[in-house]
C-alpha cells in the first residue's frame, strides 16, 4: 500500500532531550516536507526537501534539522525540544509536481514538559 | 503578504442543508487552490484542486479571483461530511510553497 509513515505517533519527553521523528514513503517521491499543526494557525511548514541530499527552510524551521540521505526517509530532529514545539507533526510527500497533491502521514503528536 | 483565510472554526449544520465552508487568499500572482479533509482518525488527504473543476463526494468549488475566493460548497450535508477541512494556496514557482489555512470543523448533525 502506497502511504507515508511516520513515528512514533505519540512521545511525551522533557525539555532538551534530543529526539527524531522518522518519516518513510514508499512511492519514490522526490518532494517531502514537514509541517506543524497548531490550535488556529492551521499547517505551517517547518523543512522540506526537492530531493536527495537537498532541503531547505520552510516558514518555521528554527528549533528543527532535518536530513535527506535516502530518497524516501525525511526525519525531522529536534535537538533541544522545548514546550513551545509541543505540536502535532505531519510529514507529506508528493510525487506529481503537476498536480501538487501532498499525500500526508497520520501524525506525530509531540509534548514537550 | 500570500495568506489562506479561513474565518470559520466551526461550522455546525443539520443533515440535509445546505453547507458552505469559506475561504479567502491573499495572493499577487496566479493562484492555485486546493482543499484538503481531514476525517476523523485518518489522515490529512486532497479533496479537490480548483484546476480540476471537478465535483468530489457532491463538494465543489469555484475560483473567484474578483473576490479572491476559493468557497467549499455542498447542497445537502451528509453526517460522514463531518471533519476538519482546510484550504491551500500553492505558491508559484514551485510546489514547494503550499500555505494552508487555519481549518474549518464542519459538524453535521442527525
Known amino acids: 500500500e502506497a502511504q507515508v509513515t511516520q513515528n512514533p505517533r505519540y512521545l511525551i519527553t522533557v525539555t532538551g532531550k534530543k529526539l527524531t521523528v522518522t518519516c518513510s514513503q514508499n512511492?519514490?517521491?522526490?518532494?517531502m516536507s514537514w509541517y506543524r499543526q497548531d490550535p488556529g494557525l492551521g499547517l505551517r511548514q517547518i523543512y522540506y526537501?526537492?530531493?536527495?541530499?537537498?532541503?531547505d527552510k520552510g516558514d518555521v524551521p528554527e528549533g528543527y534539522k532535518v536530513s535527506r540521505k535516502e530518497k524516501r526517509n525525511f526525519p525531522l530532529i529536534l535537538e533541544s525540544p522545548s514546550p513551545n514545539q509541543t505540536s502535532l507533526y505531519f510529514c507529506?510527500?508528493?510525487?506529481?509536481?503537476?498536480?501538487?497533491?501532498?499525500?500526508f502521514g497520520e501524525g506525530s503528536r509531540l509534548t514537550v514538559l | 503578504a500570500q495568506r489562506v483565510t479561513q474565518p470559520e472554526k466551526l461550522l455546525s449544520v443539520f443533515k440535509g442543508a445546505p453547507v458552505e465552508l469559506k475561504c479567502n487568499y491573499s495572493?499577487?500572482?496566479?493562484?492555485?487552490l486546493f482543499w484538503y479533509v481531514q476525517y476523523s482518525r485518518q489522515r490529512l488527504q486532497l479533496l479537490l484542486r480548483?484546476?480540476s473543476r471537478e465535483s468530489i463526494k457532491g463538494f465543489t468549488a469555484d475560483l473567484n479571483k474578483g473576490e479572491t475566493s476559493f468557497h467549499l460548497k455542498k447542497p445537502f450535508a451528509q453526517e460522514e461530511d463531518s471533519a476538519m477541512y482546510y484550504c491551500a494556496l500553492l505558491l508559484s514557482g514551485g510546489y514547494n510553497k503550499l500555505i494552508f489555512g487555519a481549518g474549518t470543523r464542519l459538524a453535521v448533525h442527525p
Open positions: 526537501s526537492m530531493n536527495v541530499e537537498v532541503t
Open positions: 495572493y499577487s500572482g496566479s493562484p492555485e
Open positions: 507529506a510527500s508528493i510525487g506529481d509536481r503537476r498536480t501538487g497533491e501532498l499525500f
Open positions: 480548483h484546476i
Open positions: 512511492m519514490n517521491h522526490e518532494y
